[in-house]
């Protein structure tokens, strides 16, 4: 059962990151991985063109919509206005989270965080959820692994839904889900998988433990 944590309409569940540079067939990832059981998808795209950004979010959103599956869009807060997204995932140096929650009225907005210190500001600042990571070493995310042990500390000091990032994997999801985690975001341990969907059914089914 996916836990309802927030203000907004996002529910803790199963977070799929998607990154055309990475994966360019991701809009099939994204069909594959919902049959799967992903809630949450994300669109990341940093080195893409505004309007291929924009067409391929419009692809994403239809798809979402009709399985009634979250999306965000990662940075643009423009761009998930323009596609209708449901949310937008902010980076530190991006957009301030104030001024997004004026232009995206209603909807989720989400920051990364790398520490207790900016956990709690993004609580503070109106975040409706934060990614923490990475968790684990991984080249899609950089920055010094954080380790396990930030979940807990993290999860005791915040009230918002913690998704964690960062080299997770089926190995060990089940570990950072009991640290305290709300949500697992992967990116290659679906987008690389061999059977997306059998991929995503296994992260899945723990991610509702």
Same mark, same amino acid.
């Given at each position: 059962?996916?836990?309802?944590?927030?203000?907004?309409?996002?529910?803790?569940?199963?977070?799929?990151?998607?990154?055309?540079?990475?994966?360019?067939?991701?809009?099939?990832?994204?069909?594959?991985?919902?049959?799967?059981?992903?809630?949450?998808?994300?669109?990341?795209?940093?080195?893409?063109?505004?309007?291929?950004?924009?067409?391929?979010?419009?692809?994403?959103?239809?798809?979402?919509?009709?399985?009634?599956?979250?999306?965000?869009?990662?940075?643009?807060?423009?761009?998930?206005?323009?596609?209708?997204?449901?949310?937008?995932?902010?980076?530190?140096?991006?957009?301030?989270?104030?001024?997004?929650?004026?232009?995206?009225?209603?909807?989720?907005?989400?920051?990364?965080?790398?520490?207790?210190?900016?956990?709690? !500001?993004?609580?503070?600042?109106?975040?409706?959820?934060?990614?923490?990571?990475?968790?684990?070493?991984?080249?899609?995310?950089?920055? !010094?692994?954080?380790?396990?042990?930030?979940?807990?500390?993290?999860?005791?000091?915040?009230?918002?839904?913690?998704?964690?990032?960062?080299?997770?994997?089926?190995?060990?999801?089940?570990?950072?889900?009991?640290?305290?985690?709300?949500?697992?975001?992967?990116?290659?341990?679906?987008?690389?998988?061999?059977?997306? !969907?059998?991929?995503?059914?296994?992260?899945?089914?723990?991610?509702?433990?």
């Amino acid at each position: 059962m996916i836990k309802e944590l927030s203000k907004t309409s996002f529910k803790a569940g199963f977070y799929l990151i998607v990154c055309p540079e990475i994966t360019p067939n991701c809009v099939k990832i994204v069909q594959e991985a919902i049959k799967g059981g992903a809630e949450i998808v994300q669109l990341r795209a940093k080195e893409m063109a505004d309007d291929k950004v924009f067409a391929l979010a419009k692809r994403i959103r239809a798809i979402t919509k009709e399985t009634g599956v979250f999306f965000i869009i990662n940075d643009r807060v423009d761009i998930a206005l323009a596609a209708d997204a449901d949310g937008v995932h902010l980076g530190q140096d991006d957009l301030p989270i104030k001024a997004a929650k004026q232009l995206l009225e209603g909807k989720t907005i989400g920051i990364s965080t790398h520490s207790l210190k900016e956990a709690l !500001k993004a609580q503070k600042e109106g975040a409706d959820y934060i990614g923490l990571g990475p968790i684990f070493h991984t080249e899609t995310k950089q920055g !010094k692994a954080l380790g396990i042990e930030m979940i807990t500390r993290v999860k005791k000091a915040i009230k918002i839904p913690i998704v964690a990032i960062g080299g997770i994997n089926k190995n060990n999801a089940e570990g950072i889900l009991k640290a305290g985690a709300d949500s697992i975001a992967v990116v290659s341990a679906v987008c690389n998988a061999k059977n997306v !969907k059998k991929a995503a059914q296994e992260l899945a089914s723990l991610n509702r433990l």
